[in-house]
């Protein structure tokens, strides 16, 4: 089994498109455990809904953030897990915990790093009057949203659009590209940067498990 951790703040859109294409369906991907900074959050109630292990870790528990991030790490690790899978998860994480999963841990945005990283990162890009926007998944270093690019995907940006319209179209770049990366580390396809670069190569020249959703 390719045991995946999956850590969320929220809604867990993302989550739900990992239970629907990844989850005992593709390379022997299995969620192990949904880890959440904040209770009650949709997203505890999608993975419960799938049979899902949950944790919740508020910060308000723990007089320090390094005594989360180590509960977190320690509930994580109790899990056998094989990859740290960051999907809106809004907070950001000590070295403490990084350090316990080495080059295992990726997050996604919506922008097309290094292009605005941050909080609203659609709501930026729209402000700022970009034509094309996009989604990235990237490995998860000290610093908000600036570990080494994994894969993006370009969103175009319509002159009608509103950040409800645009974050619709980013989710659903998101529900595509995520599964497939998650699904690619599974199968060994995805190297991490040598020492010294900053360049993770991704062959993705197989065709993929992943069976289309139809709704
Ligand atoms: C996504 O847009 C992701 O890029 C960002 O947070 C959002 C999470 O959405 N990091 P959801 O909780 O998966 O619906």
Redesign the pocket.
Known sequence: MYRLVVM?????????AFIDKLHKRVAGIEIALVVSNVAGVR?LERAQAAGIPTAVFPLADYPLRADRDRAMADAISARGVDLVV?????AIVTPLFLERFPDRVI????ALLPSFPGAD??GDALRYGVKVTG?TVHLVEEGMDTGPVIAQRPVPVRDDDDHDRL?ER??AA?HQLYPRIIELFAKGKVTLPARGSRVVLVDDSEPTEIVPQFF
């Not at 969320?8 to 739900?16: D, E, H, K, P, Y």
């Not at 960051?86 to 809004?90: L, P």
């Not at 997050?107 to 919506?110: D, K, L």
């Open positions: 969320i703040s929220g809604g867990g859109s993302n989550l739900q997203g960051m999907a809106g998860y809004m997050n996604i945005h919506p990162g659609i989604v974050a980013i989710h998101e």
